[in-house]
């Protein structure tokens, strides 16, 4: 049969979905992105909004206590029954206004006056008597507490000596003061309108974001499909290769291919394992092509010096991979497919587990596909005479649990194969191995038809 070069168009429904998938991720990752400007930038403004209202009520609180500070020119220590009432008249003033509560200490830390707003002492027993924790150094402290919707800070001032008192602190003001609601409601809506501001442009930023990056994908996932049937043209023309030179056609290596995909599909083998046991089986014998014809020809049984530079195939294939990094993937099967289950294989003579899973797999339906086809020196077995065989080499020739899981899967796998025309065969293993490689452009997960080994 003339070979065929790897399809171009059977990519297309598997790059549709591809397409499909590319497109839900960045959807998905655009999602993500807006969320998370919306909130480290959100955020930043709410925390500088939350920063500047402080400052302000800050601003607002000292310059009402200042009315008191600035009078107080007595002894605090030693306060008289004159000096005590006209502080308090000062004091109550002061809760008419924004406070709710004014304190007056003396150096000792000890209460000389207070004034609360008459129906706010539960207010005051609310935020507690923390606010008693006196600088160290005369600096001035506050704090904020939010309760019922309503902002109140605590102000801890130290006073300083006016007039005839000694300069220094004398004393500490302190006091509750309640932020003005219209003050808090204009800073409230404010502070919406900034964030609402902010989310509106990072949507829209990301929405024109949109469109480019489709686009840009549009033109990459272009062009990693060319590379990708271009790679996979290499392939096939390196498999076609060497089943021109060696007589034969290179169904067995689309057969093989087939077989090896089902049988990793089978066990759940990882997806990149199952594209490096495709690229394996269809590249297993590439080595041949540095075979000389007497002997790659040769229709009688090989001497043993002829077998021996038969041998030699497996190392030129390696040599031959080695030429491209894409290809390279395949080194498992080239290297190892002749070994043999129970160590008397070549070239390394591996035994069990030692010999890589890929190889393992590919012994198998390597050996079935040559005993099912018609050779120039033998007809073609019947596919029950096949499974015997296989089932009479596990342990020797092949791995026994690989073995049980292909003779279950091989039956439908043979007739579908077989049903075929040539051309379609090789089209539908087209279409299998392009799907395989496809998905590598996206995280797709691997069909769960698992048989346990
Ligand atoms: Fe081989
Ligand atoms: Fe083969």
Redesign the pocket.
């Known amino acids: 049969m003339k070979q065929k070069p790897f399809n171009a168009n059977i990519d297309s429904q598997a790059a549709l979905s591809t397409a499909r998938l590319t497109h839900r991720k960045i959807l998905i990752r655009l999602f993500l992105g807006w969320l998370f400007l919306c909130i480290v930038i959100g955020g930043a403004i709410l925390w500088s909004e939350v920063h500047r209202f402080q400052r302000l009520a800050h601003q607002l609180a000292l310059h009402e206590s200042a009315i008191l500070s600035d009078e107080l020119n007595y002894d605090l220590a030693h306060l008289d029954t004159t000096a005590q009432q006209h502080l308090t008249n000062l004091a109550q003033q002061l809760v008419k206004q924004n406070f709710l509560v004014v304190e007056l200490y003396d150096l000792d830390q000890q209460l000389k006056v207070e004034a609360i707003r008459p129906g706010e002492e539960a207010t005051e027993s609310w935020i507690g008597r923390h606010r008693h924790q006196f600088p160290q150094r005369g600096e001035f402290t506050h704090e904020f507490h939010f309760n019922g919707g309503k902002l109140f800070i605590v102000v801890l001032v130290p006073i300083k000596g006016s007039g005839t008192m000694p300069t220094g602190t004398i004393g500490y003001f302190e006091g509750i003061y309640l932020v003005d609601e219209k003050n808090l409601d204009t800073i409230k809506s404010d502070l919406i309108r900034t964030l609402l501001f902010i989310s509106i442009s990072i949507t829209f930023t990301t929405l024109l974001m949109y469109p480019l990056i489709m686009t840009l994908n549009r033109g990459l996932i272009r062009l990693s499909n060319d590379l990708l049937m271009g790679n996979l043209e290499l392939m096939n023309v390196l498999g076609c290769a060497i089943a021109e030179r060696d007589s034969d056609t290179n169904t067995?290596n689309y057969r093989?291919t087939y077989y090896a995909l089902r049988l990793g599909e089978a066990i759940s083998l990882p997806r990149h394992e199952i594209r490096n046991l495709i690229m394996g089986a269809f590249l297993?014998?590439v080595g041949k092509i540095g075979i000389r014809d007497p002997i790659l020809l040769k229709p009688g049984k090989l001497t043993p010096r002829e077998f021996e530079i038969m041998k030699t195939h497996v190392p030129l294939g390696v040599d031959i991979l080695e030429q491209s990094s894409w290809i390279s993937g395949a080194r498992e099967v080239v290297e190892f497919h002749h070994e043999k289950y129970d160590g008397s294989g070549y070239p390394k003579g591996l035994a069990g587990d030692a010999i890589p899973l890929s190889a393992r797999i590919f012994a198998i339906v390597?050996v079935f596909d040559?005993l099912t086809s018609e050779r120039p020196y033998k007809t073609a077995w019947p596919i029950e005479e096949a499974i015997n065989h296989i089932v009479q080499n596990s342990n020797q020739h092949f791995d026994p649990q690989l073995a049980n899981v292909f003779i279950t899967i091989v039956p439908a796998l043979f007739h579908e194969l077989h049903s075929m025309e040539e051309s379609q065969m090789v089209n539908m293993i087209q279409h299998c191995i392009a799907r395989h490689f496809l998905t590598t452009m996206v995280d797709h997960p691997a069909p769960k038809r698992a048989v346990r080994l």
Do not use: L
């Open positions: 067995h093989v297993h014998d390597d040559a």
